[in-house]
T-cell receptor, first 116, second 113 residues
């Protein structure tokens, strides 16, 4: 069964460092997302991406965050200068082939980011 | 405002019991989608069901059933004859538009043998 894969599974970084989280969405999916879940809290929307541009972003997704689809398969989330409060599980997700998003998101297993 | 409330933080049952997870939502949209996602201990998020606001028919899938009541803005989820493998956190989710999913806080279900 096709799946969304994320790397790394866990990253520990120092405050102020740049971090790149990588995702390979399901092949031929068109809609891509990043969500995050701070430990023990609810899952929060960060950003959606379609046709090589951001469709929607939340207040969390400030200038420190950026997304990119550099090569047609990877979908990356960059945090420019990490803060302690960026510590969370980051989930990548993708949605279907065509005809508009369905909400049936396929999520990766997540990348846990720990900022010290 | 768009919001999802799952009032039950944790539920503990014994195997084979039926359990209902409550969900109440708020939205001003006339058309919207609701979902349930499961997060097992391994951490990934697994899609369970999508419901269009126009379709108030209840749905059954094996041991899972969903009761959507637009009049009370509720979308409850029942697991019949629960099993240990059902132990997970369950999220009720509202589509805030273009897959900007709004998650409830989740209900942690523990099914004991």
């Amino acid at each position: 069964e096709p799946e969304v894969t994320q790397t790394p599974s866990h990253q520990v970084t120092q405050m102020g460092q740049e971090v790149i989280l990588r995702c390979v969405p399901i092949s031929n999916h068109l809609y891509f997302y990043w969500y995050r879940q701070i430990l023990g809290q609810k899952v929060e929307f960060l950003v959606s991406f379609y046709n090589n541009e951001i469709s929607e972003k939340s207040e969390i997704f400030d200038d420190q965050f950026s997304v990119e689809r550099p090569d047609g398969s990877n979908f990356t989330l960059k945090i420019r200068s990490t803060k302690l409060e960026d510590s969370a599980m980051y989930f990548c997700a993708s949605d279907r082939l065509a005809g508009g998003p369905t909400g049936e998101l396929f999520f990766g297993e997540g990348s846990r980011l720990t900022v010290l | 405002a768009q919001k999802v409330t799952q009032a039950q933080t944790e539920i503990s049952v014994v195997e084979k019991e039926d359990v209902t997870l409550d969900c109440v939502y708020e939205t001003r949209d006339t058309t919207y989608y609701l979902f349930w996602y499961k997060q097992p201990p391994s951490g990934e998020l697994v899609f369970l069901i999508r419901r269009n606001s126009f379709d108030e028919q209840n749905e059954i899938s094996g041991r899972y059933s969903w009761n959507f009541q637009k009049s009370t803005s509720s979308f409850n989820f029942t697991i019949t004859a629960s099993q240990v493998v059902d132990s997970a956190v369950y999220f009720c989710v509202l589509d805030g538009g273009y897959n900007k999913l709004i998650f409830g806080a989740g209900t942690r279900l523990a099914v004991h043998p």
